[in-house]
Every structure is written in structure tokens, then in C-alpha cells.
């Protein structure tokens, strides 16, 4: 059984072995992140796809070489022509999220001012990246298929 989770900025599918739809129900955020519990009940998790949110992505691109938080915002600025604008708590909250699940790491701080703190994407966070990528990319070919036409940004402009 596969089962869709929204945990933080990250929505991650679940497969799910020896375990009953309304088993499903009593899951909590524990579980899902590998507690032995559900091991000790024949329940076998296993992370198939990762698919980020649009600011957690666009956070990781800007985290190529150090940055500090007001310089992702305006790296995001410029890389969407202004379309996608963080507010600080959307930024902070995948900051903690991306430093807990170990994509991004503290690359400095000065400890005379809290909004001093420069971070980094890590080798795991550039691996997370490239399979979203990946993801994407199949998104996007299977529309292409689906609609049997090639689709050009003129064509998708005025759908948004």
C-alpha cells in the first residue's frame, strides 16, 4: 500500500508491507521517521520519492555556496523574475527542516548578530536535489505525452 505523508515542507510517499488500511490512521510522525515500533510489528517502511516543496528547491539551489537568509530571499527573487517571494518564517521553518534532515549545514555565524548566519548545501542535500530533478523532469515528459504536444511557455503564461 502506498501512502502519501506532508511532513514539514516535505511530502514524502510511503510504502507500507503487512499493514491494514485502518492501520494507516494510528501512524504518527515517529513512526514514519523510523521508530522501531513499527519494525517490531512487521510493518517495513521504505522512502520511495522525495517531492519537495517549490521552497525548499528554489532554498537548496540558492545554497550552492554560502548564503545568509535575506540573501536566499533575493536569490529566489531573481531566479523566478519575482514570482516566488519567502516570508522569513517559510524560510526559517525549511532552514531548521533542511539543517535536521542534514541538506544544508551551518557554514558560519557570527555570534555578535543572529541574522549573520551563513549556510551551505551538504553532499546529501545536492543528492536530494538532482532526484527532484529527476522527478520533475518525468513530470514533465509525462504531460508532454498526455497532451500529445509539446508545451511552450507562451502556452502555460496565460493558464497562470
Given amino acids: 500500500?502506498?501512502?502519501p505523508f506532508?511532513?514539514?515542507n516535505f511530502f514524502e510517499m510511503v510504502f507500507l508491507t503487512n499493514t491494514s488500511a485502518t492501520d494507516i490512521f494510528n501512524i504518527s510522525l515517529d513512526d514514519i521517521s523510523g521508530n522501531d515500533k513499527f519494525k517490531e510489528e512487521g510493518i517495513i517502511l521504505e522512502k520511495?520519492?522525495?517531492?519537495m516543496t517549490e521552497a525548499v528547491y528554489y532554498?537548496?539551489?540558492s545554497l550552492q555556496t554560502p548564503n545568509h537568509g535575506y540573501g536566499i530571499i533575493q536569490n529566489i527573487i531573481q531566479m523566478t523574475e519575482g514570482r516566488l517571494e519567502l516570508g522569513a518564517?517559510?524560510?526559517?521553518g525549511a532552514i531548521n527542516t533542511l539543517l535536521n534532515k542534514g541538506w544544508i549545514q551551518l557554514y558560519s555565524e557570527d555570534k555578535h548578530?543572529?541574522?549573520k548566519k551563513q549556510?551551505?548545501?551538504?553532499?546529501?542535500?545536492r543528492q536530494a536535489l538532482r532526484q527532484e530533478i529527476k522527478r520533475l523532469e518525468e513530470l514533465l515528459e509525462?504531460?508532454?505525452r498526455f497532451l500529445g504536444e509539446e508545451v511552450h511557455d507562451e502556452e502555460v503564461s496565460g493558464v497562470l
Wanted: aromatic share 6%; proline share 0%; charged share 20%.
Fill in 113 to 115: 548578530s543572529r541574522k
Fill in 142 to 144: 509525462n504531460g508532454r
Fill in 48 to 51: 520511495k520519492q522525495i517531492a
Fill in 89 to 92: 518564517g517559510t524560510l526559517y
Fill in 59 to 61: 532554498i537548496l539551489l
Fill in 1 to 3: 500500500m502506498i501512502v
Fill in 119 to 125: 549556510y551551505l548545501m551538504t553532499e546529501e542535500g
Fill in 6 to 8: 506532508c511532513i514539514g
